[in-house]
């Protein structure tokens, strides 16, 4: 009897163990045994929905900058950030000294973790000795990022690999779209001069075919969060008093004087002024923050 009691006993435990192996939240396989979500960690919520445009409903993404406000260039990541990246199948990061906290924080973890780095990935090489790590605004590098995921997620989960890969190649069709849309403007205003507040929006206005006709000195200034010289803020000034140029695409998560006077040259000029941010802004996901972006642009120079 006590043989049989015993059985009975292991049995029940074995079976509730079994129940309990999978939470309510899904971090864990279910009683079932279907398989946890990809736990990802990306640096920026431009990535992390990257990431889960391609990985679907197999990932588990946690973006460690999500506020539109935040500055991702002077970021200081905290215990929780380092805990997540802990806990991370899949690290996606920007790289080019654009988000050095994750670097940071991956030296500190001595993590093994897959890394994707989204300006290796994109091959863009510094120009004149500066490299403008701003790569999610240039629509080929957001696809070969888009690819290299799909890849990382599918060694990590070869079961849903045709799943990843497929989902990649729907985001490349909507890419090729708003490639599409860039490739119209450029036809209609190719060559018509801009000016910007700092580099964020630079690869997009390239591709579009516009001539940043901005003084280095104010916009690698804004950018480094350094004082414009007088004149050279002058000389962007009369930019706008003079109309030399038809639009000012304004990073509106890099402000300040400088920028603020700009931003009211143009304005009090009549010349549009494009808006733009380094984050998702909250509500959209990429590509219809690229759309929107792009639609923006278009409308300003005149459709």
Same mark, same amino acid.
């Given at each position: 009897?006590?043989?049989?009691?015993?059985?009975?006993?292991?049995?029940?435990?074995?079976?509730?163990?079994?129940?309990?192996?999978?939470?309510?939240?899904?971090?864990?396989?279910?009683?079932?045994?279907?398989?946890?979500?990809?736990?990802? %960690?990306?640096?920026?919520? +431009?990535?992390?929905?990257?990431?889960?445009?391609?990985?679907?409903?197999? +990932?588990?993404?946690?973006?460690?900058?999500?506020?539109?406000?935040?500055?991702?260039?002077?970021?200081?990541? #905290?215990?929780?950030?380092?805990?997540?990246?802990?806990?991370?199948?899949?690290?996606?990061?920007?790289?080019?000294?654009?988000?050095?906290?994750?670097?940071?924080?991956?030296?500190?973890?001595?993590?093994?973790?897959?890394?994707? #780095?989204?300006?290796?990935?994109?091959?863009?090489? !510094?120009?004149?000795?500066?490299?403008?790590?701003?790569?999610?605004?240039?629509?080929?590098?957001?696809?070969?990022?888009?690819?290299?995921?799909?890849?990382? &997620?599918?060694?990590?989960?070869?079961?849903?690999?045709?799943?990843?890969?497929?989902?990649?190649?729907?985001?490349?069709?909507?890419?090729?779209?708003?490639?599409?849309?860039?490739?119209?403007?450029?036809?209609?205003?190719?060559?018509?001069?801009?000016?910007?507040?700092?580099? +964020?929006? &630079?690869?997009?206005?390239?591709?579009?075919? &516009?001539?940043?006709?901005?003084?280095?000195?104010?916009?690698?200034?804004?950018? #480094?969060?350094?004082? +414009?010289?007088?004149?050279?803020?002058?000389?962007?000034?009369?930019?706008?008093?003079?109309?030399?140029?038809?639009?000012?695409?304004? #990073?509106?998560?890099?402000?300040?004087?400088?920028?603020? !006077?700009?931003?009211?040259?143009?304005?009090?000029?009549?010349?549009?002024?494009?808006?733009?941010?380094?984050?998702?802004?909250?509500?959209?996901?990429?590509?219809?923050?690229?759309?929107?972006?792009?639609?923006?642009?278009?409308?300003? %120079?005149?459709?």
């Amino acid at each position: 009897m006590r043989r049989r009691w015993a059985s009975v006993l292991a049995g029940a435990l074995a079976l509730a163990l079994t129940a309990c192996s999978g939470s309510a939240d899904g971090s864990a396989a279910t009683a079932a045994g279907s398989a946890s979500p990809i736990t990802v %960690l990306a640096s920026t919520n +431009v990535w992390g929905d990257l990431v889960e445009q391609v990985g679907g409903e197999q +990932v588990e993404v946690t973006s460690v900058i999500s506020d539109p406000s935040a500055d991702p260039h002077a970021f200081q990541s #905290n215990a929780r950030d380092q805990l997540a990246l802990s806990k991370a199948a899949l690290i996606v990061e920007n790289g080019g000294g654009y988000d050095d906290f994750m670097q940071t924080m991956l030296a500190s973890a001595a993590s093994t973790t897959p890394v994707i #780095n989204a300006v290796q990935v994109s091959g863009i090489g !510094a120009t004149d000795g500066e490299l403008n790590e701003h790569v999610w605004y240039d629509l080929p590098s957001v696809g070969k990022v888009a690819d290299a995921v799909a890849e990382q &997620l599918s060694t990590i989960d070869p079961a849903n690999a045709a799943s990843f890969k497929a989902n990649a190649e729907a985001f490349g069709t909507s890419l090729a779209d708003l490639t599409g849309q860039v490739e119209q403007i450029k036809a209609k205003h190719g060559g018509t001069p801009v000016a910007i507040t700092e580099p +964020v929006p &630079l690869y997009l206005i390239e591709a579009a075919g &516009l001539a940043n006709v901005t003084p280095e000195q104010f916009s690698e200034a804004i950018e #480094n969060e350094t004082d +414009v010289p007088a004149a050279v803020l002058d000389q962007t000034l009369k930019l706008f008093t003079d109309r030399q140029v038809s639009v000012l695409v304004n #990073n509106e998560q890099t402000t300040g004087p400088q920028t603020q !006077a700009v931003v009211d040259a143009a304005t009090a000029a009549g010349i549009p002024v494009v808006s733009v941010t380094e984050t998702l802004p909250a509500g959209q996901d990429y590509l219809s923050w690229m759309q929107a972006n792009i639609q923006a642009l278009a409308q300003a %120079l005149g459709g």
